[in-house]
Structure formats: C-alpha cells, structure tokens
C-alpha cells in the first residue's frame, strides 16, 4: 500500500473512532488490539493487517468492506 493510501485510511479510522466517541483504550478493548497497533495504523505509520482491519470494523458494528469505503 502507497503512503498516501496508509494516510488517508489513518485518517478515516481516526475520524470514525472519535466520531463515536471512543478513546483509543476503549476500542482496543473492544476488539483486543494493543492501542500502539491501533495509533500506528491511525497515523499512517504501519500497514493493517487483515485481521486487524477486521477487528477494527467489527468493533464499529461494519462490515469489513464498509470500513474500507473511505
């Protein structure tokens, strides 16, 4: 994945965690993510892994590829 595109999916998720009102904590024990993982992929630093990313769309009630609509 292209820097651009680890950025813009960052940004996404970090919006879409606020706009619900989730604190990094509180996602991540939601879906049991280290909250590093989670700030990492959120600023474009790391590639998501798969299951990951699935984690990260069933704690936001999505399907994966709702998640990946950004």
Do not use: W
């Amino acid at each position: 994945m292209q820097q651009n595109e680890l950025q813009k999916l960052g940004n996404y998720l970090k919006k879409l965690r606020k706009s619900r009102k989730l604190t990094l904590s509180a996602l991540c024990y939601r879906n049991g993510l280290e909250p590093s993982t989670v700030s990492r992929i959120e600023a474009g630093i790391v590639e998501a892994k798969y299951l990951t990313l699935l984690k990260l769309a069933h704690a936001y009630n999505m399907e994966l590829h709702e998640l990946l609509k950004f």
